[in-house]
């Protein structure tokens, strides 16, 4: 018995100092942070209950805008000189450019409306020439239509389309000298479309038009001008009108195809349902590079086919570097 009771006090006296030997060893952990085990207690996440507020649309005083608007305005000029003992070869010119671009559209549920306003004009100057156009177009395009489907809409359009200034032809007389002859001017010729069908749009770049019912009135209010333009662009000389029923297409394409640059296309088809053979054809394609938010370069080309014009195509092409501003920008 007294065996056991040594050995117990024996333990006792051990695990004493066992225990004061390991307080002394931690003395230098003092400035150690003891963290707590995560997720030590438990953590009950919100129930969020939103509820429908009732309000009278009068109170909100919310206000729905349905048009959309873009407008740009480009200016260009091209100057060059070179002094009398140039040797490279060269003529004093300067060239002057104007366009402003308009387009609205409206669309409300199942309707939708679209004006656009083309407006251009452009001079060039060369030393020992006449003046002379580089472009000059008035173009104003309008359309209704009601969506039947989700790409088919039945449309129905109106567009006109004329020039600002006279339009000259030009030849040399026997000594050397110009001379220009006024072969078009305002409302000579003058361009007045109607059309109904059906378009086909699959996206906001692109669109087609089927006018299967659509006239056209051609303009010449200058009755002396078949004189110097002896077709006189289809009007019966002496008169100032002719109405044609026709078929038509007008296909367009707009999209962004690289940083900073646009493609615009835009092709119509005027079939006279009198004289199918001669179809009336015209194509515009514009390419739009931006070199910062102002400065642009624009090359431009069209190409016309009217046989009440000229028999052949008739093709334009022009290359400017100017200043284009865009609201929005």
């Known amino acids: 018995m007294c065996r056991i009771l040594i050995f117990f006090l024996l333990s006792c006296l051990s695990l004493q100092a066992l225990a004061q030997k390991t307080e002394a060893d931690t003395s230098g952990l003092e400035n150690l942070r003891l963290y707590p085990k995560k997720n030590i207690l ?6 969020l209950q939103l509820l429908p507020v009732q309000s009278a649309e009068s109170d909100l005083k919310l206000k729905i805008n349905y048009w959309k608007n873009w407008t740009a305005f480009g200016i260009n000029m091209n100057q060059a000189a070179f002094s009398e003992n140039w040797r490279g070869g060269g003529v004093n010119s300067i060239a002057f450019g104007a366009q402003s671009n308009f387009k609205a559209d409206y669309t409300k549920d199942d309707k939708n ?10 001079k060039l100057k060369n030393k020992g ?3 002379r156009k580089t472009n000059d177009r008035i173009f104003w395009d309008n359309k209704v239509a009601l969506k039947l489907s989700k790409h088919w809409s039945f449309f129905g359009s109106l567009n006109f389309e004329s020039q600002f200034d006279l339009g000259y032809s030009f030849k040399k007389d026997k000594e050397g000298e110009e001379i220009q002859t006024i072969i078009s001017r305002f409302m000579s010729p ?4 109607e059309s109904i069908g059906f378009e086909y749009k699959t996206s906001k770049s692109f669109w087609l038009r089927i006018g299967t019912g659509t006239a056209r009135q051609t303009f010449v209010l200058d009755k002396d001008l078949y004189l110097t333009n002896p077709k006189n662009f289809g009007v019966t000389p002496g008169q100032n009108f002719r109405n044609e029923l026709a078929f038509q297409l007008v296909t367009n394409f707009e999209r962004d195809i690289a940083t900073n640059m646009s493609l615009k296309s835009r092709y119509s088809m005027f079939a006279n349902y009198e004289q199918l053979r001669r179809i009336d054809q015209r194509l515009d394609v514009t390419l739009l ?12 080309g069209i190409a016309v086919y009217d046989d009440d014009a000229s028999t052949r195509i008739q093709a334009s ?3 400017s570097l100017g200043i284009m501003y865009k609201i929005p920008k």
């Open 42 to 47: 438990p953590v009950r996440r919100p129930t």
């Open 113 to 122: 409306f679209v004006t656009e306003v083309i407006l251009q004009y452009g």
């Open 129 to 131: 020439q006449l003046q």
């Open 190 to 193: 003058g361009y007045l479309t």
């Open 289 to 300: 590079a931006k070199i910062n938010k102002v400065v642009n370069v624009t090359v431009a």
């Open 317 to 319: 092409q022009t290359f």
